[in-house]
């Protein structure tokens, strides 16, 4: 069959909810479908373990890089995804859990080399400017596949049955494949560069050790998410916590979904308007801020507020939260492309995705302890302090010669 032509907008959009899905099945859902079936809050912070993938991503990612094409390891890791939320679907009603996290194991590494796949496609396919054009489109693409999987995915499994939402997701991940099988383009790049030398990964590490303000860099990539990492770790066991699991599909799909893009589309605005420069800091001081809005959720729930208004006041701190992390992803999204070196741009792109989820596997390793033993209300306002740092040494970080 002939490779299809679509527009630029629709496989930028396709590709990265196609990123955006496998991540909540695997590092969101889990939580809440553990939770609901038992699990204490201890269990649930040691699930962050599975987000090791994408800490270490770019152990492989030179290797992803140059060997093969990338429109390939796309399509093929796509495929692997499915097979793995196949198998996680047949698993889950057994009364042994260790196959449900092997197979979702298995679903974090191939999502993981599916990630370093798409953003270096993005960044072949598309010149600088259309990168950057096309930006508000890729947040908001991702934010609907998070949303996607916490809304509709999570509705089926706690109305119906886990093992229904993980084969509706099953069934999500290979409509994507058969579409991106036929319908991706095949980048300039990868058709003259396919099967050259694979890049060492030392040379990629070294190049990324090199950069101007290392340590502002080092520290940025670190906090930046610490933060929201460790809300959507207890966000979802809080709510079904609070009796109202049964409503977070519809508050992920009617609340987050709308919020998410209001969000992705302001984030583009600001940074274009006022620059990354002086928009990166408020930007980060707002994405952080509504953890404090779900301690004080959570302090009013722990204090026997009036429950009338917990479903509306979720619904507006959920809303709040989730135009904020819009923001923040878009400009997330462009300081990561900032720091990536011509010639690594998948390896660079990977090594700071990476640094950023091995904050996010250490702090939530341990952020089902800390919650399960200063309750909610506390853990969300440590878990604001913890992101400030990236603030403070923006600017150091965004301070890079320009790439050519």
Request: net charge positive.
């Amino acid at each position: 069959m002939k490779n299809l032509s679509v527009n630029r907008a629709v496989w930028v959009f396709t590709t990265y909810f196609a990123e955006g899905l496998p991540f909540s099945l695997v590092a969101i859902l889990p939580s809440i479908m553990f939770r609901d079936t038992g699990a204490d809050l201890a269990t649930i912070g040691f699930l962050s373990l599975l987000n090791i993938p994408w800490v270490v991503k770019f152990l492989w990612a030179p290797y992803v890089d140059s060997h093969s094409t990338l429109r390939k390891w796309i399509c093929s890791t796509e495929l692997a995804i499915t097979a793995a939320m196949a198998m996680v679907t047949l698993s889950v009603l057994a009364d042994n859990r260790s196959p449900v996290l092997l197979f979702l194991a298995l679903g974090a590494l191939f999502s993981a080399t599916h990630d370093i796949a798409v953003d270096g496609f993005y960044m072949d396919a598309l010149d600088a400017e259309s990168q950057k054009k096309q930006i508000g489109f890729r947040v908001l693409a991702y934010r609907l596949a998070l949303a996607a999987g916490s809304g509709i995915i999570v509705t089926i499994g706690t109305v119906y049955s886990w093992r229904c939402a993980y084969a509706t997701a099953t069934f999500f991940m290979l409509a994507i494949y058969i579409f991106h099988r036929f319908a991706l383009p095949h980048p300039v790049r990868e058709k003259k560069e396919a099967g050259s030398p694979v890049i060492p990964f030392r040379d990629a590490f070294v190049a990324y050790l090199k950069k101007r303000n290392l340590v502002h860099v080092l520290i940025f990539v670190i906090f930046m998410r610490a933060g929201e990492y460790l809300l959507g770790l207890m966000k979802g066991p809080m709510l079904v916590d609070m009796g109202i699991k049964v409503h977070i599909g519809w508050l992920s799909a009617g609340v987050s979904i709308p919020a998410s893009i209001l969000g992705a589309m302001a984030g583009g605005f600001v940074i274009s308007k006022y620059t990354i420069e002086r928009s990166g800091v408020p930007v980060i001081i707002f994405q952080n801020l509504t953890n404090l809005l779900y301690a004080w959720l959570a302090f009013n729930y722990a204090a026997g507020g009036p429950a009338h208004i917990v479903l509306p006041a979720t619904a507006a701190v959920i809303g709040v939260e989730s135009f904020s992390s819009g923001m923040g992803t878009a400009l997330l999204m462009i300081v990561l492309m900032k720091l990536c070196d011509k010639e690594f741009k998948s390896s660079h792109y990977a090594i700071g995705s990476g640094l950023m989820a091995l904050s996010g596997a250490i702090f939530n390793t341990f952020g089902g302890v800390v919650a399960q033993n200063i309750g909610y209300t506390w853990f969300y306002v440590i878990s604001f302090a913890i992101a400030m740092p990236a603030a403070f040494v923006f600017r150091k970080t965004i301070d890079q010669p320009v790439k050519s």
